[in-house]
């Protein structure tokens, strides 16, 4: 940086205020607006509403104010990495200088966080994250698969609490759970037991660590696998206070590995307790049936065998009436069936002899319609070499001509 001119002649004396005053000035003239960058420490907020605090790094350490409706968008933590934009100015009271802020956004660990708000804000809006998606955990699953690493501490701890509670068969996929390739990998290993359907739930679980070595298990590639699986898939990795964008895909999220061991299958002792109470329940419904089924054997009359008998007859006596009823309408029927048969030749010759009458009637009028009558009466019909009729003199040469008896050819 380029050395400042002097600000004053060096012979001048200064009061203490005017002296304090002049520098307030230069330093606020000199640093109207800067961004530093640095590791918040010592943060207290005043009951005015304002914040204090000291923003450092390996060498030094400047005082930061921010004044209360200043916008802070996320927690201010000590140890946070930070970038402040704000503008130089003195404390003439403690001689010292500060920065007051106007602005403040995240460095570091801050910018991932940021990174994934902002990619978390984009799969929500495609939907992967919808609470009408979720899947509900098997009751008993008889197979577990694991993603993670056959060598890390999750994988024992999960195996662990499962021979505890409920001893499953587990099937491992092994995946690195930290660096270049663990996305895919993890991706993978969702994407191996959906296609094989050879587990009833999976497990993606890792122990905790940094930001940045959970990355993986915010990758997009991991986070659509979860979304897309079509078997129930538990989300436990890191610590209770960590978060990843599995967790908001993942049918079900537990704090830690061991919590996802947890979640996946009961105690003994809570299914003991649970098949007792079933009993309890079935043998006071068992109970209570039975009492209403004595109580209703208790109702019934029983009728003595003579009266059993004379209903019977009854019965019998009423089935004989309707049954001669129904006899005697059936024979009455075929009598009338019978009578109308009996009638059908007389119908018939009547018959006959109308279709004869019309048929007769019919030969006339054919007769007496026809082309033949005309030529016996001594007409003639002229026709050319296409037996077309020759109605006129100019009409053509004639070829034949048809008399009553017979055709003259010419």
Same mark, same amino acid.
């Given at each position: ?9 060096? =012979?001048?004396?200064?009061?203490? %205020? =005017? ?14 607006? !800067? ?6 420490? /010592?943060?207290?907020?005043?009951? @005015?509403?304002? *914040?204090?605090?000291? !923003? ?20 201010? &933590? ?11 100015? %003195? ?7 500060? !920065? ?5 956004? *995240? ?43 056959? $060598?890390?501490?999750?994988?024992? +701890?999960? /195996? ?39 587990? +009833? ?40 206070? =960590?978060?990843?964008?599995? =967790? ?7 704090? $830690?590995?061991?919590?996802?061991? &947890? ?9 003991? /307790? ?8 079935? @043998? ?17 009359? !029983?009728?003595?065998?003579? /009266? ?23 024979? $009455? ?8 048969? @009996? ?8 018959? *006959? ?14 007769? @007496? ?14 026709? +050319? ?26």
């Amino acid at each position: 940086m380029q050395k400042p001119e002097p600000a004053v002649n060096g =012979d001048t004396i200064f009061s203490v %205020t =005017d002296a304090s005053a002049l520098l307030k000035g230069v330093v606020e003239t000199a640093f109207p607006r !800067i961004k530093i960058r640095g590791e918040l420490s /010592q943060i207290t907020r005043a009951t @005015s509403g304002h *914040m204090y605090m000291t !923003i450092k790094d390996a060498g030094a350490a400047i005082s930061v104010i921010i004044w209360r409706g200043t916008p802070v968008n996320f927690k201010l &933590e000590d140890g946070l990495e930070v970038i402040i934009t704000g503008r130089f100015t %003195t404390y003439p009271a403690r001689s010292n200088y500060q !920065i007051v802020a106007s602005e403040i956004e *995240m460095a570091g660990v801050g910018v991932i966080l940021k990174m994934l708000e902002e990619r978390k804000r984009k799969l929500a809006a495609e939907g992967l994250f919808d609470e009408s998606k979720k899947k509900p955990l098997p009751r008993l699953p008889q197979r577990i698969g694991v993603v993670t690493s056959p $060598t890390g501490a999750a994988f024992q +701890d999960i /195996q662990n609490r499962l021979r505890e509670r409920f001893p499953v068969h587990v099937l491992l996929y092994p995946a690195t759970v930290q660096g270049a390739t663990a996305a895919a990998e993890v991706a993978a290993g969702i994407e191996y037991f959906n296609k094989m359907r050879n587990v +009833d739930v999976i497990i993606v679980a890792r122990g905790g660590g940094s930001l940045e070595d959970l990355l993986p298990f915010s990758e997009e590639i991991v986070v659509r696998a979860a979304a897309a699986s079509q078997i129930p898939l538990i989300s436990g990795v890191g610590h209770e206070p =960590d978060w990843m964008l599995i =967790d908001f895909a993942a049918d079900h999220r537990a704090p $830690t590995p061991t919590g996802a061991a &947890e979640a996946v299958v009961p105690t003994k002792l809570a299914l003991i /307790q649970e098949l007792d109470n079933m009993w309890v329940r079935l @043998s006071g419904t068992f109970m209570t049936r039975l009492m209403n089924a004595k109580q209703r054997i208790e109702t019934i009359s !029983i009728k003595s065998p003579k /009266q059993v008998v004379m209903e019977h007859a009854q019965r019998l006596d009423d089935l004989g009436r309707t049954m001669n009823l129904i006899i005697t309408s059936k024979i $009455t029927n075929a009598h009338q069936k019978m009578e109308i048969v @009996s009638s059908f030749p007389n119908i018939l010759q009547n018959r *006959m002899s109308s279709l004869s009458q019309a048929l007769n009637h019919m030969e006339q009028m054919l007769n @007496s319609l026809s082309y033949k009558s005309v030529l016996s009466r001594g007409y003639a019909i002229v026709r +050319d070499a296409n037996s077309k009729i020759i109605s006129r003199a100019d009409s053509g040469r004639p070829a034949s001509i048809e008399f009553a008896d017979g055709i003259l050819q010419i």
